[in-house]
């Protein structure tokens, strides 16, 4: 019992940083709708510039005063963020922040990397709280009682801050109605900027505070993230006591299971964040989000309509030029234009389903590293000609993501994609973990094509064939009534299912189909890279296919593809550079700001001005 209760306090004092980090996010949230991607990247730089001030400052006063300063240096970082790259930013298509936020997470990377090298900084203990207290006769870090005791004053600061201040009803006010708080005079954008700056500089004093307990290194920022935003969704979306029970309950739970399941550590977390959705769908103590409630709907959206005579001429000079490229280019060329078909159809997929159908999903990964596994196994362990494994990896990929779906589809926004998240570690951690037949991190290798196409040329046309006909596949079920009754389910719920349309079973549909698009890509990529590993289910693979999309653009049926060949080919070419991650993040961070509607949608929105510019000059004349 005495032990049980130790493991209970060392959660606890886990729980305290998290939360601090955690409650950042969700303030931030709250109010501004941003999926802030980079808040792990605040938490560490709190880590870095804490123990920098910490090695300067002496004594107690100058460890305390390192961790205060810590926290308003973050503050500030975190405004000069928002100002600069997200303000510009508020009045685009819902969630395009989260591709900026990607950018400032590569930037400020690559800015720690430069300040303070590549080398693990240890942090200092607290004075005056070093060894530890026996409680029931076990042993517990004198710095662990501490924060534990702290973190509750800190939810009453923050409690009262919300509840009890003017700036506290201006936030709230804004978390329900954002635009009639413009309407009452507030000047929002200095609202906005306020509360971002409070969450970084929660998430730096979240760091700062974990210094004793670990130390500063360069993956913090992935390492808590998913934590943090676990977290917050189990809480509920936007609220603190929710992100409080959440942080302890995550907390504890991992202790207990790194001391009796060490195996479930992976995807503890997750397993937890499903269960509670599929028995609250908002969470602990979360609200259902109703869309259009927040004004962040960017620019009224134009109908789809299939390409006209010019279009079509331009998509099949596109597809020649592609037919002949082998004549004239080299055989690395063509391997980086098969990595670019099999990318841009993963991304088409998940476009489908975010742009036609609104379902933002943070876990697409699981049916194209899905897909890729089901007919690597076929080959590797049954030695089944290439050709029917191949066949296998849509239909195990769709199958895949009938039963996701099954569980996802009643869910909504942030809630649907988190949840989809938790689903893609789950298949993940049964890749990574299950190594007598997925053989876990060392992958499955020597998985290559027939000798019919064993070929780069072969292959190339193999790939194009498939890639290019699925993505055209995708283009004519979205103009086809099934793609019109899927947006009507996305743009009004209510009216579709008012003139007869079951919207979530379109939106199931949907997603399976997206399944086995992914799965398609999926096959098309193991035969081409001869192996496969756990990296292809993982949350960055997910990420990689929602920042295309977005900026290629959400609002544009091409999107997806040129978002595919723009990022392949940025990162190709950057990546032979040392600090290759800040220069990507900053072309990211451009692109974003300059075109927000995405490339694609920025491009036929300045097409469009400039003929109505040329028929208002015709028709003044």
């Not at 003017?166 to 413009?182: C, F, I, K, P, S």
């Not at 009796?260 to 609250?280: E, G, K």
């Not at 049916?367 to 007919?375: I, L, R, T, V």
């Not at 060949?565 to 990507?584: A, I, K, N």
């Amino acid at each position: 019992m005495a032990f049980l209760f130790a493991q209970f306090l060392t959660g606890l004092a886990n729980a305290s940083s998290l939360f601090l980090v955690a409650s950042g996010l969700s303030l931030i949230f709250g109010v501004t709708r941003i999926v802030n991607f980079a808040h792990g990247s605040f938490y560490m730089l709190g880590a870095f510039i804490g123990v920098t001030l910490m090695e300067v400052l002496p004594g107690a006063v100058g460890f305390w005063g390192a961790i205060v300063l810590t926290g308003l240096a973050v503050g500030v970082i975190g405004a000069i963020v928002e100002i600069v790259v997200l303000r510009p930013i508020y009045r685009a298509p819902e969630l395009f922040q989260l591709v900026a936020t990607f950018g400032v997470i590569l930037v400020i990377q690559d800015l720690a990397l430069m300040i303070w090298g590549a080398e693990d900084r240890l942090g200092p203990r607290a004075p005056g709280l070093r060894g530890v207290w026996r409680i029931f006769g076990e042993p517990v870090p004198k710095y662990d009682i501490v924060i534990i005791a702290i973190t509750p004053f800190i939810l009453f600061a923050l409690w009262y801050l919300i509840a009890r201040t003017r700036v506290g009803v201006l936030v709230r006010a804004a978390t329900q109605d954002r635009e009639m708080v413009g309407a009452l005079g507030v000047n929002q954008a200095w609202l906005f900027t306020g509360v971002f700056a409070l969450g970084c500089a929660l998430a730096g004093w979240g760091g700062a505070l974990q210094l004793p307990k670990g130390g500063a290194d360069l993956l913090m920022d992935f390492n808590i993230i998913g934590a943090v935003f676990v977290v917050v969704v189990i809480g509920g979306m936007g609220s603190l006591p929710g992100a409080f029970i959440a942080a302890v309950l995550i907390s504890v739970l991992n202790v207990v299971g790194v001391t009796y399941i060490p195996q479930s550590t992976l995807v503890l977390m997750f397993v937890v964040m499903a269960i509670v959705l599929i028995i609250r769908p908002y969470g602990l103590l979360g609200r259902e989000e109703v869309a259009g409630e927040h004004g962040q709907v960017g620019a009224p959206e134009t109908p789809i309509r299939p390409y006209g005579r010019t279009g079509q001429m331009v998509i099949a000079a596109l597809l020649l030029l592609l037919a002949v490229l082998p004549a004239f280019v080299d055989q690395f060329m063509l391997i980086l234009l098969i990595d670019v078909v099999v990318f841009a159809l993963f991304a088409a997929s998940l476009h489908f389903i975010l742009g036609s159908g609104g379902l933002v999903s943070f876990g697409h990964a699981a049916f194209f590293g899905g897909g890729a596994y089901a007919a690597a196994l076929l080959v590797f362990h049954a030695g089944t000609p290439m050709e029917i494994a191949f066949l296998f990896a849509p239909l195990a990929a769709g199958l895949l993501a009938l039963g996701i779906g099954w569980f996802c589809i009643r869910l909504t926004g942030v809630y649907f994609a988190m949840l989809t998240l938790a689903f893609s570690q789950l298949v993940w951690s049964l890749a990574f973990q299950w190594r007598d037949v997925t053989r876990g991190d060392d992958g499955l290798v020597n998985i290559w094509p027939s000798p019919w196409l064993s070929g780069t040329v072969p292959y190339y046309y193999f790939t194009l064939i498939l890639g290019i006909g699925g993505i055209l596949f995708l283009r004519h079920v979205i103009h086809a009534p099934f793609g019109y009754a899927l947006r009507a389910g996305r743009d009004s719920p209510r009216q579709a299912e008012a003139m007869g349309i079951n919207v979530k079973r379109i939106q199931f549909a949907a997603f399976a189909l997206a399944g086995v698009l992914a799965g398609l890509a999926g096959g098309l990529f193991v035969f081409s890279k001869g192996s496969v590993f756990p990296t292809e289910l993982e949350i960055s693979a997910s990420f990689d296919a929602l920042i295309v999309v977005f900026l290629g653009g959400v609002k544009t049926l091409a999107g997806g593809v040129v978002g595919a060949g723009f990022l392949t080919g940025v990162e190709h070419w950057l990546t032979r550079l040392e600090y290759w991650r800040l220069l990507l993040g900053l072309v990211i961070i451009a692109v974003v700001i300059i075109a927000p509607e995405g490339i694609v949608g920025s491009i036929r929105s300045a097409w469009q001005r400039l003929r109505h510019r040329g028929d208002d000059e015709e028709v003044a004349r």
